[in-house]
């Protein structure tokens, strides 16, 4: 188990490219980057666990007890052995913020800082995925594909096992019977670990049509 929190993801995403705005998109991105910054709305946390399978993989892959349909994570060659389970947030005060500033008739502002939101949790799984990644090759093992509760391949109703697996309680994040994560801005993921396996040819953003112009899809190949 891995848990990490207090550390300054707003920086390298406010500093990077942002092609296709305009002036008053880049100047409303700018003040909701300031507003971050002062007010100190993005409380940046993950955990995550690498979990050994409990039997050999199928279709149904058991992990601490925990039954996951996943068989997209079964590799064409190598062996799946455990699952890499995560969690992130940017915690509660970003999503307090933005209801605020709809309250306060701000819609422009607010929007663009559930936008930059968006962009710092997807910043802040790619941190986690890099960490477990490091972890899976100190075991000599590698790691490929990612799967999110509710994508095609893995069913919205394993998002509660996911977040066990993950211990998601540790960094605040819980699940509501209507199977939504608060914070709001928190993500899960699943991801194969095993021996020598194959990069991957599929990312969990392949069917979603707005994938050519986004700036935060999945990475498809992540392996070794």
């Known amino acids: 188990m891995r848990v990490a929190r207090g550390f300054d993801i707003l920086r390298s995403v406010a500093e990077a490219p942002r092609d296709g705005l305009s002036a008053a998109g ?36 058991y992990a601490h007890g925990e039954a996951l349909y996943a068989p997209r994570l079964l590799p064409e060659s190598g062996q ?57 090759r100190r075991r000599g093992l590698t790691m490929a594909g990612e799967l999110r509760a509710g994508d095609p391949g893995l069913a919205l109703d394993t998002q ?10 540790l960094i605040g994040v819980r699940l509501t019977g209507g199977l939504l994560m608060r914070p709001l801005k928190s993500v899960s993921m699943v991801l194969g670990v095993g021996i020598d396996l ?27």
Not at 121 to 126: D, E, K, N, Q
């Open 26 to 61: 880049l100047k409303l991105r700018q003040r909701a980057v300031e507003l971050i910054r002062v007010e100190q709305l993005a409380e940046a946390a993950y955990s995550y666990d690498i979990v050994s399978l409990d039997v050999p993989a199928a279709e149904t892959l």
């Open 80 to 136: 799946l052995t455990a699952l890499a389970c995560a969690v992130c947030t940017l915690g509660p005060a970003l999503e307090t913020r933005i209801s605020s500033l709809f309250t306060e008739r701000h819609a422009s502002l607010a929007m663009a800082l559930d936008s930059l939101g968006n962009e710092l949790l997807m910043a802040v799984s790619r941190r986690a995925q890099d960490r477990m990644l490091a972890d899976a």
């Open 160 to 169: 509660a096992a996911v977040l066990r697996l993950a211990q998601s309680e």
């Open 198 to 224: 194959p990069p991957v040819q599929w990312s969990r953003c392949d069917g979603c049509r707005h994938r050519v112009k986004c700036n935060a899809h999945s990475r498809p190949n992540l392996v070794n």
